[in-house]
């Protein structure tokens, strides 16, 4: 949720600040803006409404000079998206500027305080009473930047990632975090800072994930030229110096670049059989039968005294756990609830030291499951987290967990950080039943091999691209759209629903296939499509009966079957054909026409695929 960077070196600030923009856009992208300060002292802010292209476009003929700088590209909470609420801000005298993501919870009450002292606002947003409060403090007390900011932010109620600068001190950048990720990197002589890795990678894989509650002063000294010059200095709030741990990111530039593809979702959908061989490269072998997961050998015990499993989780991370309670269910017999992190945080849940709580998230960073996790450890849970952006906040937080290791996921919609958490689910389930001697030896034999071969049964499937993106023509006329499914399925029309409705803005409903007769078959009409996964499994017969219910109110059949299928082909509308899968695992191979499905309506419908309105992909807000 909102994109912070930030630089300071030798090198001109603003095409690193833009390129770093681009770069973090996934996390917001209502309005973006830049702060510079120039070799004569000044500071330069300019910001604008929309995309980075904008403020590109607005700066064309501005002075944008300067070795310092701040950037921003926002995700609005308080105050409408408009160039004056977008970051960053002024204090009133104009000698600080400050980017914030985040939401300061106390803002009103501080700004009604801040104004009755005379100081004057210039826009509706959270952000700018920190900037006005530090330089209200820093005036009133005489105090230096750093110390100001510490004093503001023990005011401060909220989670907050900031970067603040001075005109007066074009040699520092002070930025601090509470429950927002901010990452410092370390090049030679010059300093990066950024919401994630993504726009530091190119320049330096030297980088210090900063720490909640602590404030980092960033410093160069061009008088000074042992280590190029440069101080980075970590303290808390409270003024105590923190220890640094320089970290080596492993991303490759290429992760986070489209590759030749139009966009970075239909990248993402066609590496999913790369990212799965490498989700459980060295945890399946195969030859061995056997899954090996490092979480359940250093924790076996936590793990295997399990009474019960909690699955915390948020959107399509959410319907990944669903399909974990259903493995873990069957291989494992044990009770798994799966609950919306933001539900459970606020509701007194029963849990106990016998749970285990997993938490699914893609980025690592979402604020609801991150509360839902510190609500159950303080309730004696053991938590094991299944996460994908390495070092963020929701690993650090867990007692183990397991990465999913399919890479950087740009695209707002979620495509293989699905199939990921699918696959490790499906690995945990494994790992967790050979342990516990719930799954005989040849069921657990043939997942195990039947896994491994998912990679290239999905292979498979992305050769009906084509035909997916022709039949994705056919029916971007409709305004509602109904997903079946039944068992693993079930969650699987959940996601093709949720898929849809991210971003083509068509409204559509994933429903258990035989709940269709209690409700939703009230809306069927020769105008409503229906996405039925019909594929050959226990539930074939009955979902059969299904897709003739919907073409006897004349519904527009979509069919998701099994390879050779002729029963479903002659009544339905449409046929996606699938590989011959076990059924428990025919979420990782039916998820994927349905990406591709979704992805074709939005392209022809003209939207923005990659980044579709109102939406984030990093949600740090509650
Ligand atoms: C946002 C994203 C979704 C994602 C959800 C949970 O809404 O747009 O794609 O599923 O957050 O995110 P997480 O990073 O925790 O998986």
Redesign the pocket.
């Known amino acids: 949720m909102c994109g912070i960077v930030g630089y300071l070196g030798k090198r001109e600030a603003f095409p690193i600040l833009i390129k770093g923009l681009r770069r973090l856009e996934y996390r917001g992208y209502d309005s973006a803006g830049v702060a510079l300060i120039n070799e004569a002292g000044g500071l330069n802010v300019y910001k604008t409404k929309g995309k980075v292209d904008n403020l590109v476009e607005y700066t064309s003929d501005k002075d944008k000079t300067g070795t310092i700088g701040i950037a921003h590209t926002r995700w609005a909470t308080h105050g409408e998206p408009s160039a004056v609420n977008a970051h960053p801000h002024y204090s009133q005298s104009h000698n600080l500027a400050i980017i914030h993501n985040g939401i300061i919870e106390n803002y009103a009450d501080l700004k009604g305080k801040l104004i009755e002292k005379g100081v004057e606002f210039k826009s509706d947003t959270d952000t700018e009473v920190v900037v006005q409060l530090v330089e209200y403090i820093m005036n009133k007390k005489q105090l230096d930047l750093l110390t100001a900011v510490q004093v503001a932010l023990y005011q401060v109620i909220g989670a907050y990632a900031i970067a603040i600068i001075d005109k007066r001190d074009p040699l520092q950048i002070i930025a601090a975090r509470k429950q927002s990720p901010l990452v410092v990197g370390i090049g030679d002589g010059e300093f990066f800072l950024g919401s994630d890795a993504s726009p530091i990678i190119e320049y330096t894989d030297k980088v210090v994930y900063l720490e909640d509650g602590n404030i980092a002063v960033l410093r160069l000294d061009k008088n000074r030229s042992e280590n190029s010059g440069m101080e980075l200095k970590v303290v808390s709030i409270l003024g105590e110096e923190q220890e640094l741990t320089v970290k080596k990111v492993d991303i490759d530039l290429g992760q986070i670049e489209k590759g030749g593809y139009p966009h970075f979702m239909l990248k993402e959908i066609f590496e999913q059989p790369e990212c799965l061989t490498n989700c459980m490269r060295g945890r399946i072998n195969v030859e061995a039968d056997h899954v090996t997961l490092s979480a359940l050998i250093d924790y076996r015990r936590q793990l295997l005294s399990a009474k019960r499993v909690l699955i915390v989780?948020?959107?399509?991370?959410?319907?990944a756990g669903l399909i974990g309670k259903q493995l873990i269910e069957s291989f494992c017999r044990i009770p798994v609830e799966v609950e919306y992190?933001s539900e459970f945080r606020y509701r007194n849940p029963v849990v106990t030291k016998d749970d285990v709580v997993i938490a699914?998230?893609?980025?690592?960073?979402?604020a609801?499951?991150l509360a839902a996790i510190q609500l159950a450890k303080e309730r004696g849970a053991f938590i094991y987290g299944i996460?994908?952006?390495i070092g963020s906040s929701?690993p650090r937080a867990t007692d183990t967990g397991t990465y999913i290791h399919v890479g950087p996921e740009i695209g707002?919609?979620?495509t293989k950080?699905?199939t990921g958490?699918v696959t490790v689910l499906t690995m945990f389930a494994l790992a967790l039943a050979e342990a516990k001697g719930t799954m005989a030896r040849d069921e657990y034999i043939k997942v195990v091999k039947g896994l491994s071969e998912v990679p290239e049964l999905i292979r498979e499937v992305l050769k009906s691209n084509e035909k997916v993106a022709d039949l994705a023509r056919t029916f971007t006329y409709a305004h509602n759209f109904l997903y079946l499914g039944r068992g693993f399925s079930y969650p699987v029309a959940l996601e093709g629903a949720?898929k849809l409705k991210?971003i083509s803005y068509i409204h559509a409903e994933g429903y258990p296939a035989a709940e269709m007769k209690h409700g939703p078959i009230a809306l069927i009409d020769s105008d409503m499509p229906v996405v039925v996964i019909a594929t050959h499994n226990t539930m074939y017969e009955k979902v059969l009966s299904n897709i003739q219910e919907i073409k006897a109110r004349k519904g527009r059949v979509i069919a998701l079957v099994t390879k050779g299928d002729d029963k479903i082909a002659k009544i339905a509308d449409e046929v996606i054909e699938l590989p011959d899968v076990q059924e428990c695992l025919e979420p990782l191979v039916a998820t994927v026409p349905l990406q591709l499905l979704s992805y074709y309506v939005a392209v022809c419908k003209g939207k923005d695929v990659d980044q579709p309105r109102n939406?984030?992909?990093?949600?740090t807000v509650e």
């Open positions: 989780a948020c959107g399509t991370s959410w319907h992190a699914i998230s893609q980025s690592g960073e979402t609801d499951t996460c994908n952006a929701i707002v919609a979620s950080a699905f958490q949720l991210e939406l984030a992909k990093s949600v």
